[in-house]
């Protein structure tokens, strides 16, 4: 027999049915009644310190896990803040559901207290935007909510929830679980992509996306081992070939190895696996030309409006990256083997080479002895980070080796290390984890350190101090060389703004001080904050903002 059930309680019901049993808010006041059914359903409800940084948790933990990320916000000014992370999980097809509330249903459209038109604010990011009016039809919402969420490209849903609404009573079954759909490809599309492997002289594969799985990686690495078929990683997506792999060649982030360009702008074949191929990996859209590229590709996506939408494929495949590498395993090598073995041993040399030493720059700190450090984590530790040019240096000289242990926006939104960090602690409180940022990107989120306190959450955060926005800075260099404006940044003592907090801080600012200081932090079993004093000439592996000017001012700008 049922039971009457608020509408929050049958929410919260739902989420929990469904092995949604946590997820990261910032507590208001039109959403009391679903606290209130937390509370009561023991849901682990992570309190944040601003929903931009409860929203970058909740796709941290998408990223990690494959399962939705949760997020609550109160209306109007919470949901406008959560909006940073809805629009980093657009872009980076990661399934995450917002919750936002809403003013009760007789005071709509009278611009009541904090009201917003969410189908309006939220339309043009979200993959389904709903406003739940009848408490009895939360189980059928929340579960369309769930596998817009997951299924195909995976992406944000926001869900609004009208504070009157929740109080309702209704009898009403759970929200059944869902099941993602995996779309398998065809016999006859994996016989074709066979016969183009066999016909090709110089192929590459590049990974990208969600949709991932460790049984999906580790087929795709058994299929490259047997047709000795080089693999790249798209940007921020390393986690998905093992860095010391003798098929991989590296990744196609910001600044990428021109050996590993070289072979995707003249490789016959491209098979490209879960990816978009967006702006970033494609090199601003000029490693394969639009629409038609001069390689053979074949485009694999769960998404079929993927297929075509920039780069029209020879053979596209309306697959999940798991259901297809599932099916590559009845995929074989040609009788005679392949005639591009002996590439494949060059790619990974020149990856090995491109990574392998960390070139001085200016300032007493070096990223040489950061990295080095940084090769002492365990391999399942689990690095996140925000945007800067910082993270190129981690990007090109840390190796990735374990699916699962890494979380970055491939957006290129500022504030998501700190954010991420907690959520992975959150999720594997037995690992270690460490949050990259720059000092710009860090003080976006840098208040969830009070978070990680809070949740003993013992995560190490480095800052990288340069005392500007650098990234902008070098594309002013780039551009109006000489004239920076607007880019220089006064900053706290982060290691005294950490203790502040609650947690332990560290400052580094000569040679020989980080992996001490390192060190240290990852055994004083607190969330820890070491401050890393960089000189501002020193901004990529690549380049210092002298040389940047120089080479403007060079080309006449």
Known sequence: ????????????????????????????????????????????????????????????????????????????????????????????????ILFVGQVERGFRDREAFQELDYRAVFGSIAKWVVEIDDAARIPELLSRAIRTATQGRPGPVVIALPEDMLIDRAEVEDAPPVVPAETWPGLADMAQLQKLLWAAKRPIALVGGGRWSEAAVARLTRFAERFDLPVAATFRRQMLFRATHRCYAGDLGIGPNPK???????????????????????????????????????????????????????????????????????????????????????????????????????????????????????????????????????????????????????????????????????????????ALAGDGCFLMTGQELATAVQYDLAIVVLVFDNGQYGTIRMHQEREYPGRPFGTGLTNPDFAAYARAFGAEGFSVGGAGEFAPAFAAARACGRPAVIHVKMDPEAITPSTTIAKTRAEAEAAGR
């Not at 309190?47 to 933990?61: W, Y």
């Not at 700190?365 to 002492?376: G, P, Y």
Request: aromatic share 8%; with cysteine; charged share 15%.
């Open 1 to 96: 027999m049922l039971l009457p059930r608020t509408g929050a309680e049958i929410l919260v019901d739902g989420l929990i049915a469904n092995g949604l049993n946590s997820g990261f808010g910032v507590p208001g006041e039109s959403y009391l009644a679903v606290l209130e059914a937390m509370r009561a359903k023991s849901f682990d409800f992570v309190v944040c310190r601003h929903e931009g940084g409860a929203s970058m948790m909740a796709d941290a933990s998408a990223k990690l896990t494959g399962k939705p990320g949760l997020c609550f916000a109160t209306r109007g000014p919470g949901a406008a803040n959560a909006m940073s992370g809805v629009h980093v999980a657009a872009q980076d097809g990661t399934p995450l």
């Open 260 to 434: 590993l360009l070289a072979r995707v702008t003249e490789a016959d074949l491209v098979l490209l696996i879960g990816g978009r191929l967006s702006e970033i990996p494609s090199q601003g859209y000029t490693a394969l030309e639009v629409p038609s590229p001069r390689q053979t590709l074949v485009h694999v996506h769960a998404d079929a409006e993927e297929l075509g939408r920039v780069y029209q494929p020879a053979l596209g495949l309306n697959a999940s990256p798991a259901a297809f590498a599932a099916s590559l395993e009845a995929v074989q090598p040609p009788p005679g083997g392949v005639a591009w073995a002996e590439e494949t041993v060059r790619a990974h040399d020149d990856y090995l080479g491109w990574s392998g030493t960390v070139p001085a720059h200016p300032g007493a700190v070096q990223m040489a002895e950061v990295m080095a450090a940084f090769a002492t984590l365990p391999e399942a530790a689990i690095v996140t980070n925000g945007a800067g040019n910082y993270s190129s240096w981690f990007h090109r000289f840390h190796r990735v080796t374990r699916y699962g242990t890494q979380a970055a926006p491939t957006s290129g939104s500022m504030g998501y290390g700190v954010p991420g960090a907690i959520a992975a602690k959150r999720l594997f409180p037995e690992r270690e984890v460490v």
